[in-house]
């Protein structure tokens, strides 16, 4: 069982940047690949980024490749992603979540925090 908690949401102006952290509890958190999701208002669940267990492969979405950054810390079981050069369309809520395997597919990933919002104003 892994738990999950996101932070480091917030409102920013275009162009702006955000770091976002999600937290896990466990002792087998390095054993996770850990996936970052979005989900914008009347939109579906969208993915964003996945980082397999020693940060050695990563995979991004089209939309935000170039922009985004996801990054590990196995010794602080903490996941992040960075979010440079923000748009508008970055605004969702934006979750974390643990699997056995770094995938784009939600549904590979059975543990999976609140979320945390991102608001980018135009």
């Known amino acids: 069982q892994v738990q999950l908690v996101e932070s480091g949401g917030g409102l920013v102006q275009a162009g702006g940047s955000l770091r976002l952290s999600c937290a896990a509890s466990g002792r087998t958190f390095s054993s996770y690949a850990m996936g970052w999701f ?19 492969r990563t995979y991004y979405a089209d939309s935000v490749k170039g922009r985004f950054t996801i990054s590990r810390d196995n010794a602080k079981n903490t996941a992040y992603l960075q979010l440079n050069s923000l748009k508008p ?30 608001t980018v104003s135009s």
Not at 45 to 56: D, P
Not at 93 to 114: E, H
């Open 38 to 56: 979005r989900q914008a208002p009347g939109k579906e669940r969208e993915f964003v980024s996945t980082i397999n267990w020693n940060g050695g």
């Open 89 to 118: 369309e970055d605004t969702a809520v934006y979750y974390c979540a643990a699997g056995r395997v770094a995938t784009r597919a939600p549904y590979d990933y059975p543990y999976w925090g609140q979320g945390t919002q991102v």
